[in-house]
C-alpha cells in the first residue's frame, strides 16, 4: 500500500512522460539515469505528458508500490516547473498536495 505523507522525500522526475512503464523500469532510469536509489520513504513523481495521468512511484522495506491518478477529458494536473536544468527535484509536501488535487481545467464549454 502507497503510505505517503509530509515526512517523506519527494522527488519529480522531469522529462519522464512514458506512461507504458511500470516499477521496474521507472526504478531502472531512477537508479541508472538520475543516480539516485529509491531509499525506504522517497516517492518519486512522473506525469503524462498530456499532464492527465500522475504516478508515485515508492519503496518500502520489502515491496515496490506505485499510486496513479487519471483525470477524464478536459482537465489536467498543474505544470511543474522549476528554474534551471536537472532531470530531477525535490519538492515539498505542499506541492505534491497541490499538484494532485487541483486539475486545471483544459477548456471552458459554455452550454
Do not use: A
Not at 499532464?51 to 477529458?73: A, C, G, P, Q
Amino acid at each position: 500500500m502507497l503510505n505517503v505523507t509530509g515526512l517523506n522525500n519527494f522527488y519529480y522526475v522531469r522529462d519522464f512522460t512514458d506512461m507504458r512503464c511500470k516499477h521496474s523500469r521507472v526504478l531502472s532510469i531512477i537508479r541508472e539515469q538520475l543516480h539516485r536509489e529509491p531509499n525506504d520513504g522517497d516517492v518519486f513523481i512522473v506525469m503524462s505528458k498530456d499532464r492527465r495521468i500522475v504516478r508515485l512511484f515508492t519503496y518500502d522495506n520489502s515491496s515496490y508500490s506505485l499510486f496513479e491518478k487519471k483525470f477524464v477529458s478536459g482537465y489536467q494536473f498543474m505544470k511543474v516547473c522549476r528554474e534551471g536544468g536537472g532531470k530531477v527535484y525535490r519538492i515539498d509536501w505542499r506541492d505534491v498536495v497541490l499538484l494532485l488535487e487541483n486539475p486545471i481545467v483544459k477548456e471552458l464549454k459554455i452550454r
